[in-house]
């Protein structure tokens, strides 16, 4: 059992179009008008798709706490300036970036809890 969790607590969910490189359980950013795409690598990003349907539309979460994908160990909690990895997840931001609070990272798992 949990002792401590953050799951959806201030979750924001918008629903998208899905660009061809949307997918769900990655990071996206606005691609178009109305459309959400894979993030490249350095890029910023907007929130987490969590689903992307077979006819072009996601749902994103864009704001709140979000269990997001981080295999990179520079990534620890505390208010740290994030890019995307170019792989779906999050990394921590070689120069500027913004700054997001980290509540956890977990290295075995790749995961990392943001507050978007």
């Known amino acids: 059992m949990k002792k401590v969790s953050f799951e959806e607590i201030g979750a924001v969910v918008a629903t998208f179009l899905a660009g061809e490189n949307a997918k ?14 894979g993030c490249s690598a350095d890029g910023k990003f907007c929130g987490l798709a969590l689903d992307v349907t077979g006819d072009g539309v996601a749902s994103v979460q864009v704001c709140g706490f979000a269990q997001v994908p981080c295999n990179d160990a520079g990534v620890t909690p505390g208010w740290v300036a994030l890019a995307a990895d170019g792989t779906g997840g999050v990394k921590k931001a070689a120069s500027g970036g913004k700054e997001y609070l980290v509540v956890s990272a977990d290295a075995d798992a790749q995961t990392a809890v943001v507050l978007l």
Do not use: I
Request: charged share 15%; net charge neutral.
């Open 24 to 37: 769900k359980g990655q990071m996206v950013n606005l691609s178009a008008a109305n459309t959400v795409d």
